[in-house]
């Protein structure tokens, strides 16, 4: 039986935006006319289903669906439906991280860009590439950055470390939180330079299972971002980490 594309958010670190991430993922595949739901396996904090409440309340469109979820194998049969379905993980659960890959079509690593975010985002894609999967990635997308100019020497750190980013980053900016604080995702803000930004990011993310090319692919081998179709358990970026 087919299902949708499976996106998984998944970071060590509270914080750095997946469930951000998540959020604004699943209402540009909303906006596109997909169906799309998050799995929040946060159950502590639950911001993604407080979010869509948020959003149901206010009667805000297009409709994204959430839930709460705890097992990833039962939570993906139940939710066959669905076009795109977004995994929004918990932090500090490797077991629990490493059941989610298993089942991911797509990995995102969101990340900041200080050492001290980046440190913890290598560590956790480097992990990813030991472990079985056939999802494409992981791939870090740089979030609550201070400035596109920091965005790009976090890029260059990452991309020394053999891992690719996702073009575009999401600036840290209060018009971001006000947005999220009433049920809105980073693309429907009041503000339509912060929209295009967080959409372009969303869409390059989505772009990933049709294989449209918009990762940052120049010099990588072209499986890294295109279809690994033969491979399927190949350590992705294997032996570039060494940096
Ligand atoms: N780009 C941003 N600009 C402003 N605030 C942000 C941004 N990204 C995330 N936040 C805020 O930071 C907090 C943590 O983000 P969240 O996505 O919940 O992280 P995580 O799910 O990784 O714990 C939230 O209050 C969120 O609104
Ligand atoms: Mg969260």
Redesign the pocket.
């Given at each position: 039986m087919t299902r949708g594309q499976v996106i998984g958010?998944v970071?060590q670190?509270?914080?750095?935006?997946?469930?951000?991430?998540?959020?604004l993922i699943a209402s540009e595949a909303a906006a596109q006319g997909k169906q799309a739901k998050i799995l929040d396996f946060?159950v502590k904090?639950m911001?993604?289903v407080e979010w869509v409440r948020q959003r149901l309340e206010r009667n805000l469109t297009p409709s994204v669906e959430a839930e709460p979820s705890s097992d990833i194998r039962k939570a993906l049969k139940h939710n066959r439906d669905y076009d795109v379905i977004v995994l929004?993980?918990m932090?500090g659960r490797p077991k629990r991280t490493a059941e989610l890959v298993a089942q991911c079509d797509v990995l995102i690593i969101?990340t900041g860009a200080s050492r001290t975010d980046l440190a913890p985002t290598l560590a956790l894609a480097r992990r990813i590439t030991t472990l079985r999967h056939t999802a494409k990635g992981p791939f870090l997308a740089l979030?609550?950055?201070a400035t596109a100019a920091e965005a790009n020497r976090a890029r260059a750190t990452i991309h020394a470390a053999g891992f690719v980013t996702i073009e575009g980053e999401?600036?840290?900016?209060?018009?971001?939180?006000q947005a999220?604080?009433v049920g809105r995702s980073?693309g429907e803000t009041s503000f339509p330079s912060l929209n295009a930004s967080?959409r372009s990011l969303a869409q390059a993310i989505l772009g990933i299972g049709a294989g449209d090319g918009s990762v940052e692919t120049n010099e990588w081998p072209t499986w890294v971002a295109n279809d690994r179709g033969g491979e399927p358990n190949r350590p992705l970026l294997a032996g570039r980490g060494s940096k």
């Amino acid at each position: 039986m087919t299902r949708g594309q499976v996106i998984g958010v998944v970071s060590q670190k509270g914080g750095v935006g997946k469930s951000t991430l998540c959020q604004l993922i699943a209402s540009e595949a909303a906006a596109q006319g997909k169906q799309a739901k998050i799995l929040d396996f946060d159950v502590k904090q639950m911001s993604s289903v407080e979010w869509v409440r948020q959003r149901l309340e206010r009667n805000l469109t297009p409709s994204v669906e959430a839930e709460p979820s705890s097992d990833i194998r039962k939570a993906l049969k139940h939710n066959r439906d669905y076009d795109v379905i977004v995994l929004d993980g918990m932090p500090g659960r490797p077991k629990r991280t490493a059941e989610l890959v298993a089942q991911c079509d797509v990995l995102i690593i969101p990340t900041g860009a200080s050492r001290t975010d980046l440190a913890p985002t290598l560590a956790l894609a480097r992990r990813i590439t030991t472990l079985r999967h056939t999802a494409k990635g992981p791939f870090l997308a740089l979030c609550r950055v201070a400035t596109a100019a920091e965005a790009n020497r976090a890029r260059a750190t990452i991309h020394a470390a053999g891992f690719v980013t996702i073009e575009g980053e999401l600036v840290e900016r209060p018009g971001y939180r006000q947005a999220q604080d009433v049920g809105r995702s980073v693309g429907e803000t009041s503000f339509p330079s912060l929209n295009a930004s967080a959409r372009s990011l969303a869409q390059a993310i989505l772009g990933i299972g049709a294989g449209d090319g918009s990762v940052e692919t120049n010099e990588w081998p072209t499986w890294v971002a295109n279809d690994r179709g033969g491979e399927p358990n190949r350590p992705l970026l294997a032996g570039r980490g060494s940096k």
